[in-house]
Nanobody, 124 residues
Framework: QVQLVESGGGLVQAGASLRLSCAASGRTFSNYAMGWLRQAPGKERVLVAAINCNGASTYYAASVKGRFTISRDNANNTMYLQMNSLKPEDTAVYYC?????????????????WGQGTQVTVSS
């Protein structure tokens, strides 16, 4: 059974940093692309960042490019999202998700396993 467990969310002030972690188990972590998605209140879930299976290729949404960094540690089955210069508009529940192949995708329907989410709140 695949499990994804996020941690690291919290309440911070604008300009601060947070690092989210996603611990994975249940299948060979290094075989699959991963992604971080977020959902703000009243809005659709959107892809924030994604990384292919070996970490060599990444994707960032325009809204976070230059501020967020996605990475993964295949030896420890963990993915990270380093978030710097946080803004109030980054407030959302952040989810990690596992893709169905080695290569990341922007299509949310192709992420087949999801974590429960971790709340990030950025105050102004």
């Amino acid at each position: 059974q695949v499990q994804l467990v996020e941690s690291g969310g919290g309440l911070v002030q604008a300009g601060a940093s947070l690092r989210l972690s996603c611990a994975a188990s249940g299948r060979t972590f290094s075989n699959y692309a991963m992604g971080w998605l977020r959902q703000a209140p009243g809005k659709e879930r959107v892809l924030v960042a994604a990384i292919n299976c070996n970490g060599a290729s990444t994707y960032y949404a325009a809204s976070v490019k230059g501020r967020f960094t996605i990475s993964r540690d295949n030896a420890n089955n963990t993915m990270y999202l380093q978030m710097n210069s946080l803004k109030p508009e980054d407030t959302a529940v952040y989810y990690c998700a596992s893709g169905g192949s080695r290569y990341y995708t922007s299509r949310l329907t192709e992420y087949d396993y999801w974590g429960q989410g971790t709340q990030v709140t950025v105050s102004s």
